[in-house]
């Protein structure tokens, strides 16, 4: 089975991460470089205990209303929201990765950026909360912005920005409520989805980047760092064929192997440039995956491309599940607006809207007193049971 290859973060001493950071930091607010400001943020944020943490996990899902401990934390940090908030208004984001390290790249901060994404998100609820809706919209949004500068040339990166811009639509779809009269606002909320979406990268482009990321690892005097990365045994290697190969391989081994590595990428990017239905699209790419997993057990020339192959067929169903966000929202920013206009929901969607990306067909549409439901009409694959759906509530006068 192919998984999902990901970059391990490597730890620097504290100390001169702290250094080198304060350094960034003393010309931060005026760069252009929003890279900077994110790594200011990184330094002042003060993450939550354990039990301060679920509380404000509940809060960002809607579980539960804030607590004077909620808005303890979101007003502490209120300097890392503005060091974010002017980094993602920032266009260029240069985070300074060395791509020659391969596998081996420092990633430090993904986490804390991850729990600083949080952090907007529950702002975003409490400006909500608090009547300033939106304000709220506007934190949703820069998050898109955060997500757009965190996806590099690595696919955990493209991943960690998937994240970022289905929590900041799982928080939009939360909020459109408290604007859904308000037509102009819906319009410009839907521009701005539509914008986000549109930038978003290709899963062909982060294919192609992890591809020549990983292709630097792919070398005799890298080969030490590869089996400790991919968790390989060097001290039982009977018990690791492909561990044995790369610790005992010549120049000519990883040559082979880089060559054959490239081919698999170019071949994965070929099938999702087909831009066949999904259902066949995951199929195709399952099967690939296959192929290459049973290929490595018996080329040589395969073995890297055996266990550093990303899972692409998982990027696609999270890639796919965020289009269906996008195309969700946007759908529903039309309806509200609809009911803005003329004191009512339609009874059928436009026929310009957006559609299910799974099935390719519209969106199955279903109205009740207090909220309104899109569904897929498609599944995504077996590992989940039902369709994804959408529910949106309503208000009237």
Known sequence: MVTLHKHKPKMIAPAVAVLLLAGMATSAPQTDNAALLYYQACLLYG??????????????????????????????????????????????????????????????????????????????????????????????????????????????????????????????????????GE?????????????????????????????????????????????????????????????????????????????????AIAAIVAVLDSKLPYPQMRAKLDEFANQMTETSKNDPDATFAGFLLPGTSRIYLLTTRLQGQFNALRVATDLYAIQARTGRLPDVLPADAPGDPFSGKAFGYEKANDHFTLRCQAKEGPEKAEANHYEFKVKHD
């Open 47 to 180: 993450q939550p205990d354990g039990a301060l943490d679920q509380m404000l996990s509940d809060f960002r899902d809607g579980k539960i209303t804030s607590n004077e401990a909620i808005r303890k934390h979101i007003e502490a940090n209120r300097f890392v929201i503005g060091y974010v908030v002017k980094a993602a208004g920032l266009p260029r984001c240069d985070w300074g990765y060395d791509y020659s390290q391969g596998l081996d790249i420092t990633l430090t901060h993904l986490s804390t950026i991850r729990r600083i994404t949080f952090l907007l998100a529950a702002d975003a609820r409490l400006l909500a909360e608090q009547g300033d809706y939106r304000i709220a919209l506007d934190r949703c949004m820069t998050i898109h912005k955060m997500a757009l500068h965190q996806t590099d040339r690595m696919a955990i990166t493209y991943l960690m920005g998937v994240g970022m811009s289905a929590l900041a639509n799982r928080t939009i779809q939360d909020l459109l409520i408290n604007i859904s």
């Open 183 to 263: 037509a102009e606002t819906l319009n410009l909320i839907k521009t701005q989805l539509s914008q986000a979406q549109d930038a978003f990268p290709s899963l062909q482009y982060a294919m192609t980047q992890e591809g020549q990321v990983c292709a630097a690892s792919i070398r005799k005097e890298k080969a030490q760092d590869v089996v400790r990365d991919m968790g390989q045994d060097d001290k039982g290697l009977d018990a690791s064929p492909a561990g044995a190969r790369i610790l005992a391989g010549d120049e000519a081994f990883f040559e082979r192997n880089r060559t054959h590595w490239s081919n």
